[in-house]
């Protein structure tokens, strides 16, 4: 009996060993019949990957999904439950969608490359009226006549926006001060001083294709943008500077926000929110998008 549980045994660890090897992907496209993988945290691979985070769910919210499936797939009955790192390499905003990038495992120990660095938008702007918060969750604080503004105008204005520019953080962010969240102080009815910061914006061009509930083609007051942006970029403050700008002259905020791309992460690579509590989906998308994240390195 000994012997036969040892063999039982040796084939259950050789099974998670080949069901957690990662292998190169052209795609993490999750597949048609995801593998079962062994109910052990040693059968969840670790590794990066990424899902479409939708409107209304924080970042945090999605790290809290997926980890719970992953741990509830692996509880055993009557055991203390086993812990499965997760997070995030970028916060989008609640109200935001597209591309965001997780760490399972050992993978969190690469998210602080994301954090930093690049990523694409496409967003979509209201002229006219300025919110508290810089985008439409907010309530509005000014009003100003938009009707001189043509696309035109927008474009000229384009080339102060793109390249090393400057940027004050918004109240309504998840920066710190003094062990506090600008967001809550902001709530408290708290305005505090922010230091500007340097931002990088390779490119930064119109786009009328609209975004989510704003489908395109785009007409003023409406008017869209299309970016690439170094982290550390509020997309919400490029979009209020840019109609407080001289040659614009009046006020916008936010309507719209996807994140199309961060690191080697595209939208077509992304895990959909239906997927989230499948404990086989999750696993098999972290095996697939290893693919990626080699190419990237290797790039």
């Known amino acids: ?80 439950k086993t812990k499965v790192k997760v997070g995030h390499g970028g916060t989008l905003d609640p109200a935001a969608r597209g591309v965001l990038v997780l760490g399972v495992g050992k993978g969190c120990r690469q998210l602080e490359a994301y954090l930093a660095g690049g990523k694409e938008y496409r967003a979509v702007a209201k002229l006219g009226e300025a919110t508290d918060t810089l985008d439409g969750e907010g309530e509005v604080t000014e009003t100003a006549a938009w009707d001189h503004v043509t696309p035109a105008t927008l474009e000229a204005a384009l080339p102060d926006f793109t390249g090393e520019i400057w940027q004050v953080p918004p109240m309504y962010s998840a920066l710190r001060r003094n062990g506090t969240r600008l967001y809550e102080l902001a709530r408290s009815g708290i305005e505090v001083e922010r230091e500007r910061r340097q931002v990088r914006v390779p490119r930064l061009a119109l786009d009328d294709a609209g975004v989510g509930d704003h489908p395109g083609p785009l007409a003023l007051p409406l008017f869209g943008l299309d970016l690439e942006c170094s982290g550390g970029t509020y997309v919400r403050t490029l979009i209020d500077d840019l109609a407080r700008h001289e040659g614009v002259g009046t006020v916008a905020h936010m309507v719209e926000l996807e994140r199309t791309r961060q690191g080697p992460f595209a939208l077509g690579d992304c895990l959909d929110s239906e997927q989230w509590a499948d404990f086989d989906a999750v696993c098999q998308h972290v095996v697939d998008s290893s693919g990626i994240v080699g190419d990237d390195a290797d790039g």
């Not at 000994?2 to 597949?31: E, F, I, K």
């Open 1 to 80: 009996m000994r012997a036969r549980a040892c063999l039982v045994l040796g084939a259950m660890l050789r099974t998670a060993r080949a069901l957690t090897t990662p292998t190169r992907a052209a795609s993490a496209a999750p597949s048609a019949a995801p593998a079962a993988f062994l109910r052990t945290r040693e059968g969840i691979p670790d590794g990066l990957c990424a899902v479409y985070k939708p409107p209304d769910w924080t970042s945090a919210n999605v790290v809290a999904k997926v980890r719970a499936t992953l741990e509830k797939a692996i509880k055993i009955p009557g055991q203390k």
